[in-house]
């Protein structure tokens, strides 16, 4: 009798143990149930469509803040890089055509920083701009040697004059525009100009008579 009173008191509350355990596994199974049932998928769908809703209010916002009177020095910023600091944040780029293009129309510093956003546009966006390397031509003046963006203005010149579908004619006429405009540039500024003909004369052997005729 004292033995089976010292095991009533003594022993170890097994029971309690086994019901917290069961208790958990039933709550992880009532979890798992709604997930299955539907509710999660719920929640997801509602935060697919807020980030909708804040992309596009994203996209109002830009385009009313392109379309201030922006001052001179926050134009060049956001034209420096556009990869970076515009099309990001925009879901259909062409909405970016006028802001580019009156940029470009606007000639010096802020017309050459447009000049990587347009061919972006024509590149990847199928913009339509026939007149975009006659006005890359007409940009090309002794001044552009002197700028603080020498070094950018002219990594993008190689970009945009890079592809070997760029007609003969028109790589001549940048190679002799360089050339000529490399008489008169400080040294910093031919060492710059001379890769760049070089390469366009890499990819348009027929433009080495500029250099040297055979045949006169």
Known sequence: KQDAIAR???????????????????????????VEGGKAPALAGRAVVKHKQLRKELD??????LQLPLHH???KHLLRDPAVTIFPFIRSPMMLMDFFAEAFTSGGVVGLLALGGLFT??????????????HLYSML???????????????????????????????????????????SAPPPGILTALPLVWNLLQRHPQCGVLIQRTRL
């Open 60 to 65: 109002h916002a830009w385009m009313a803040l």
């Open 141 to 183: 003046t002794p001044d552009i040697f002197f700028l603080s963006i020498r070094d950018q203005v002219f990594t993008s010149l190689s970009r945009f004059l890079g592809s070997t579908h760029l007609p003969a004619y028109l790589a001549a006429a940048f190679i002799k525009r360089l050339c000529q405009r490399s008489l």
């Open 8 to 34: 009533h008191f003594f022993s170890p509350p097994t029971s309690n143990v086994g019901e917290s355990a069961s208790n958990v596994k039933q709550g992880a199974q009532h979890k798992k149930a709604r």
């Open 73 to 75: 020095t926050l134009t």
């Open 121 to 134: 546009l024509m590149t990847r966006h199928n913009l339509d701009y026939p007149r975009f390397y006659e």
